[in-house]
């Protein structure tokens, strides 16, 4: 560190380093090995002026092509959903904004009511008896659940559906290790997963996590792969797209123990790929295993209806030993857009939306010139084989201001070749004929 990014004199830090019992900064750092001390000069540019900095940041943000300009077909996990004018008039109210975690609940009444509201919902939708006031994200929820599995089955084998978000799976195997995991994973046929290749996988196994849809837009066989996760004995965990829940069944009614999930698609901006928040609500049965903290409702001494911090299972709740989850992020924020976003929809709202989604999806599979790559019910995203690599055809049709979606062969073997095109309510008809003539141009 210089005195050009902090402001301290030469003379400040000689006194930190007495009052500390060191003669020089190097002596704080005698126990890293030399060999893996950096010795030269950093690479960093010199300093900027802040008109200087400004100019800079306002010509890298000139390269960026928002939703507005470029007509976008993309989802793969993180999709361009209506977000109502309400959640931002809401969540902008300071009681929301500046709050953090409400550790008083004599003072934060309002922002625990509305967790409790939230949770309340995520229960509705997925058939679940309990919520969390929120995760992290989609992905970090997924290796929470198998953390729940591993104490609830006393089983150390997880078993996760290839057609997974690859986020997902890429997360619960950076956790196992320290978890002391062993993850296997399940191929696909024809972009759907085998309720009986899943039984055999699941013997032994703490859980069984599965997408629904999946990472390809497909509908999977839900209660017969929860049906083969449980027979195994195993916890049969549902990743679902909450947008679907109006149109689909709930994770609980097909036996699921646990419904997670990425919440972005209801109340969230696509704004880069994050933040967002996550989601998982589960049985009774896992209520103490379950990550973070929930919000209850109790009365007063005087009978009258309160919330309260129940179940504070983070290390900084209680001892580390004892903790379900040492992620203090929760994203409350982010996951109060979804409640504001739900409420303003309603069940029928819900409904319609999914509706929608489908049909656009339909609708692009008739108008589209290229053949589908898995001939299998979908919900919004569509997979079409391109007669050339599919990060060619992304790249000319871009030119032309139309981004037709994302290259499944980033992150599939033999699907160099794929394109997923999601389709939301916020793309029309008209939109979709734009993108099936600039696929013709660009395949030739």
Request: a negative charge; aromatic letters at 8%; glycine letters at 10%.
């Amino acid at each position: 560190m210089t005195a050009g990014y902090l402001s301290l004199t030469e003379q400040d830090r000689d006194e930190m380093l007495a009052a500390i019992g060191v003669s020089s900064i190097d002596d704080l750092f005698e126990q890293i090995p030399e060999p893996v001390r950096f010795a030269g000069a950093l690479n960093v540019p010199p300093a900027l002026s802040e008109s200087e900095l400004v100019r800079y940041f306002e010509e890298l943000a000139a390269k960026n092509v928002h939703i507005g300009v470029e007509l976008s077909f993309l989802g793969a996990g993180i999709y361009d959903h209506y977000v109502p004018a309400i959640v931002d008039t809401i969540l902008q109210r300071g009681e929301f904004l500046t709050a953090y975690t409400p550790y008083q609940p004599e003072m934060s009444q309002g922002v625990l009511q509305a967790i409790f509201e939230y949770q309340t919902a995520i229960c509705e939708l997925t058939g679940m008896d309990v919520s969390n006031a929120s995760g992290y994200d989609g992905f970090t929820v997924a290796a929470d659940a198998c953390f729940i599995a591993k104490h609830a089955t006393g089983r150390t084998k997880i078993v996760l559906a290839e057609t997974l978000n690859p986020q997902v799976r890429e997360v619960v195997k950076t956790y196992a290790p320290g978890f002391g995991l062993e993850v296997v994973e399940v191929g696909h046929t024809d972009g759907v997963t085998n309720p009986s290749r899943i039984a055999a996988a699941a013997e032994g196994a703490a859980a069984v996590i599965f997408p629904q849809p999946n990472f390809f837009g497909c509908l999977e066989d839900a209660p017969a792969l929860a049906a083969a996760a449980r027979e195994a004995g195993a916890l049969a965990v549902a990743h679902v797209d909450l947008t679907s829940l109006g149109i689909l069944e709930a994770p609980g009614a097909y036996g699921c123990d646990m419904a997670i999930g990425e919440g972005q698609s209801v109340g969230n901006a696509q704004s880069y790929g994050g933040p967002h928040y996550g989601f998982l609500a589960a049985r009774t049965d896992f209520i103490r295993r379950m990550p973070g903290r929930i919000v209850g409702q109790t009365t007063d001494l005087d009978g009258d209806r309160g919330f309260v911090l129940t179940l504070q299972t983070r290390e900084q709740h209680i001892r580390r030993e004892k903790a379900t989850s040492n992620m203090t992020t929760n994203q409350t924020l982010l996951a109060l857009g979804g409640l504001v976003t739900l409420a303003w929809l309603g069940p029928q709202g819900l409904r319609e939306l999914g509706e929608t989604c489908m049909s656009l999806a339909a609708y692009a599979k008739e108008r589209i010139a290229l053949p589908v790559a898995f001939e299998q019910p979908f919900f919004k995203e569509v997979a079409f084989r391109t007669p050339r690599p599919a990060r060619d055809v992304i790249r000319e049709a871009r030119a032309l201001g139309v981004h037709p979606g994302y290259c499944l062969g980033r992150d599939y073997e033999a699907m160099d070749d794929v394109i997923l095109v999601a389709l939301t309510e916020k793309r029309t008809p008209a939109d979709v004929d734009r993108l099936a003539a600039v696929l013709e141009e660009v395949c030739g």
